[in-house]
């Protein structure tokens, strides 16, 4: 399961951000959150909130807030997807700044930009001028800063292109919906709904429920109803909500007789059931450019209720709904408005219709399974979800360790691609071990057992599954060590980098120590011929990175190769047995033009730490030491062969001697052997006596 977040200061609290959060699950990944609580702290913002010096105060709040998600980040390495919702301009930028390079893929779903919002629909700046020139650039470098930004209408789109300068190729349109936690779609209980409140001659109830703002024309709403109020009697609104304009509303209505009630807030939690007693909902009607670019969440919240609507017709709205099937849609003015209600009020049967058709927008269009399959291709990007998987084979190289291949393939059943096909290659066991294994994958596991009658190494035996694999019809395949464990999500992230970067060289995971979630072992190796004596804990690469990224080699306990790769470099150079093979291959690689990369979406849990400098057994020692020779000979040219063996003779006398002070005298015995048998030229499988049991 990829772990992906919700990164910034956002309204946690805000409906849309709740709707990417749920889109998030919907979809399969582990949701994380790196959010510092910023914009949730006023509810109410007026004109005054927006104006330069408290702009400047925000400003500073926020760069304070930055400092801490920016230590979250760093700290726990980030995540392979992010997404910035509502709100959260200024942290697209921060989130770009922390990662310029191979860092995550950006989402950014700003519901709405600065532009429309401070200039067209609230007129706080004046078009043209200096402020709103600049809330346009920074809504333009907040989108060009992100890797896909997502609006909710076609209207908006057009808006974003046009107005603000985002290129079009970087939108995608993904209409909102509704936050299915709190607004369940309802089926309205014809016995206790509007019709029979109408036979029971009680007054029908009229509920506006939002802010005060221009975009859902208040002013309209209040002259609408006041006409209401002249012609009958047998209405009542209920207006939920604040803002700077309700004291006017309120004023505007007091005096006219009409029966009205004014409500501060409802609780989130109790709105869907506080929407459900209504008999008509109101839309909006405002005549700015953002009214007729946008579908606002009360829309749909109304809508999953199953009470009928009436907004204006606008563009966006017939994105989703359609007149006199599931919506009521009227001109923007008080007669007009007022004129639906009526129409509406005196039919109940359209009333209910209209419920029941809203109900069903939702039902069939915004449910979990909806949600997840418009929001897919968004955070996986270019429609891949779509694509076909190639087929893949796993292969998991045994040796005397049952236990631990049984518990690598129980992690590769939880995988989110099914394989193709996985291999268990026993390379040469004991009797005893190749019966624990037998036993354990009998009946549990769909691998394929395939036995060598002897050890090969580690060349040779992921040689012999590449020929098996590839001979099958695999098109890609994993190289596993027995002492790995996969990660759910960890095979497909592996799929989509080899997809994305088909001039690649092998892909490695990020390797985790140990046990998945702890710190990380690897996250790519360098491999320099010339300085490959050098430990490897020292030049490997550290900075974590969250998108697939080049590097110059990879660690062997998990490999993953395509079909194309392997016809043009072949396998494992069998000469090495074991150790330094992997490293060769990354050489030979890169000099076809074939960078090896790292996945960091990918992870891989690996219980195997052996170096020069700690924890060698005899076999090991001597391997190591003479296929690191070895490689020089094979790789490297004469002058850099002599920049490379003063290094070479330092670091093999560095660790004898470590090796000595601890007592472990067979291990330098044998790491001498393997350098005198470097020298000879000798390579192939090490001498017999050198394996110690249970290796």
Not at 301 to 327: C, L, M, Q
Not at 335 to 346: F, S, V
Not at 396 to 418: F, K, M, R
Not at 631 to 639: D, E, G, I, K, M
Request: charged residues 25%.
């Amino acid at each position: 399961m990829m772990r992906v977040c919700l990164f910034g200061t956002y309204n946690r609290s805000h409906s849309a951000n709740r709707i990417y959060a749920n889109a998030l699950r919907a979809s399969g990944y582990d949701l994380v959150e790196y959010h510092h609580p910023l914009w949730e702290r006023t509810r109410d913002k007026d004109r005054s909130y927006f104006r330069p010096f408290s702009l400047l105060v925000l400003a500073l709040r926020w760069a304070g807030a930055s400092l801490s998600l920016a230590w979250s980040w760093v700290r726990s390495g980030g995540a392979p997807l992010a997404l910035v919702g509502f709100n959260g301009q200024l942290d697209v930028l921060l989130l770009r700044a922390l990662s310029p390079k191979h860092g995550p893929r950006i989402v950014y779903a700003p519901l709405v930009s600065l532009t429309e919002t401070l200039i067209e629909d609230r007129n706080v700046y004046r078009r043209g001028s200096l402020a709103a020139r600049l809330l346009t650039g920074l809504d333009r470098w907040c989108c060009r800063a992100a890797d896909v930004v997502v609006v909710d209408t076609e209207a908006h789109r057009r808006y974003f292109v046009e107005s603000v300068g985002v290129p079009d190729e970087k939108i995608e349109v993904v209409h909102l919906g509704v936050d299915s936690t709190a607004f369940p779609v309802t089926e309205r209980d014809s016995e206790k709904g509007p019709v029979a409140r109408r036979a029971r001659a009680q007054k029908l109830e009229v509920l506006y429920f939002g802010q005060y703002l221009p975009l859902h024309g208040v002013g309209v709403i209040a002259a609408g109803a006041a006409e209401l109020g002249r012609r009958r009697r047998d209405l009542r609104f209920v207006f939920v909500g604040t803002g700077e304009h309700r004291e006017h509303v309120e004023k505007s209505l007091r005096g006219t007789g009409l029966d009205v009630e004014f409500v501060d807030w409802v609780a989130y939690e109790d709105l869907h059931a506080r929407i459900s007693r209504a008999d008509i909902v109101l839309g909006v009607f405002g005549a700015s450019i953002k009214a007729r670019i946008v579908i606002p969440n009360k829309v749909y919240e109304a809508a999953s209720a199953g009470v009928p609507i009436v907004t204006a017709d606008y563009p966006a709205v017939r994105e989703i709904f359609e007149h006199g099937r599931n919506i009521y849609l009227c001109s923007p003015d008080a007669d007009g408005l007022a004129d639906a209600i009526e129409t509406l009020a005196d039919d109940p049967g359209l009333r209910a219709c209209l419920g029941q058709g809203a109900a069903r927008v939702i039902e069939e269009r915004f449910n979990d399974e909806a949600l997840a399959r418009s929001w897919r291709g968004v955070f996986r990007g270019g429609g891949e979800p779509d694509s076909p998987t190639p087929r893949v084979g796993v292969s998991v190289l045994n040796y005397n360790d049952a236990a631990a291949t049984l518990g690598c393939l129980d992690s590769l059943s939880h995988c989110d691609i099914e394989p193709f096909q996985v291999l268990v290659v026993d390379n040469g066991s004991s009797a005893e071990q190749l019966s624990l294994l037998e036993e354990g994958m009998a009946g549990r596991y769909d691998a394929t057992l395939l036995r060598l009658p002897e050890n090969l190494g580690y060349a040779g035996g992921n040689n012999r599954a590449l020929e098996e694999l590839f001979g099958a019809g695999a098109e890609q395949v994993l190289l596993l060590n027995d002492d790995t464990v996969v990660t759910p999500g960890a095979l497909r992230a592996l799929v989509d980098c080899a997809r994305r970067n088909p001039a690649a060289g092998p892909v490695g995971p990020r390797i985790s120590r140990d046990w998945p979630g702890s710190r990380s072992a690897s996250v790519g190796e360098r491999c320099w011929a010339p300085a490959a004596w050098m430990p490897r804990s020292l030049i490997r690469y550290r900075r974590p990175r969250q998108s697939p990224y080049p590097v110059s080699g990879i660690s062997g306990c998990a490999v993953f190769l395509t079909r194309e790769l392997y016809e043009q470099l072949g396998g494992f150079e069998e000469s090495y047995f074991a150790y330094y093979e992997e490293v060769d291959l990354c050489l030979r690689a890169a000099r076809a033009g074939h960078r090896p990369m790292v996945a960091p979406a990918a992870e891989v849990a690996h219980q195997g730490h052996r170096g020069f400098a700690y924890g060698m057994s005899t076999v090991s020692a001597y391997l190591k030491a003479r296929n690191l020779w070895r490689l020089a000979r094979l790789r490297l040219a004469a002058p850099w062969f002599l920049l490379f063996a003063p290094g070479y003779f330092l670091m093999t006398l560095a660790s004898a001697a470590g090796y000595l002070l601890r007592g472990q005298s067979r291990v330098v015995g044998a790491m001498a052997g393997g350098v005198v048998a470097g020298l000879r030229g000798e390579h192939g499988r090490p001498p017999a006596q050198l394996f110690e049991p249970g290796l």
